[in-house]
């Protein structure tokens, strides 16, 4: 018997925005989001820099997240040059206080709108697929590129909360107030 006997295989759907393809991650994926998360830059609200094999569990994780829930992380790539610059998705790990929508684009692509774009994308998939009545990120108070993005997607910080010992500001957004924002 083999895990794939075990674990059924789950559909990751693929989501297009104009410049950029959510996708299931791939095992190719793994080197570059190990360079992302080794950036101590890129990972500075994030806890610090990861060592590899940190980065490939979390990958793991991230495929997991879709057999268990039936939702996850995509893999986000630039679709004119095909490079992997970032994830996006939903998140809910054990002690979390509700489906979060989160996002991490790698420093040489910030600047360029990709991780409102992708977490646009990401939550309107939630909102439509899952049903949900709201949703939330967890945004480090001294963060102010996320907190922009949590803006964009008609997120306002709800309450500060504690996260792994380390404390977050929880910002949500309701299914109603996205709509409005974003239109169906």
Known sequence: MTIADV??????PRLETERLLLRGFMLEDV???VEMCADPETMKYM?????RVFT???HASFVGHWVLFGYGMWAV???ESGE??????LINFDGWPAIEVGWLIGRPWWGRGYAPEAAIASARWAFDSLEL???CSLIHPANDKSVRVAEKLGEVCSKSIQIFGTE???HTVSRDDFVRKHGP
């Open 47 to 51: 806890g610090g820099p990861r060592e």
């Open 77 to 79: 790539e630039e679709k």
């Open 84 to 89: 992997f610059v970032g994830r996006v998705g």
């Open 168 to 170: 977050v500001n929880m």
């Open 56 to 58: 490939a569990q979390n």
């Open 31 to 33: 080197s570059p989001l």
């Open 133 to 135: 009545d709201s949703l």
């Open 7 to 12: 674990i059924p295989s789950v559909p990751i």
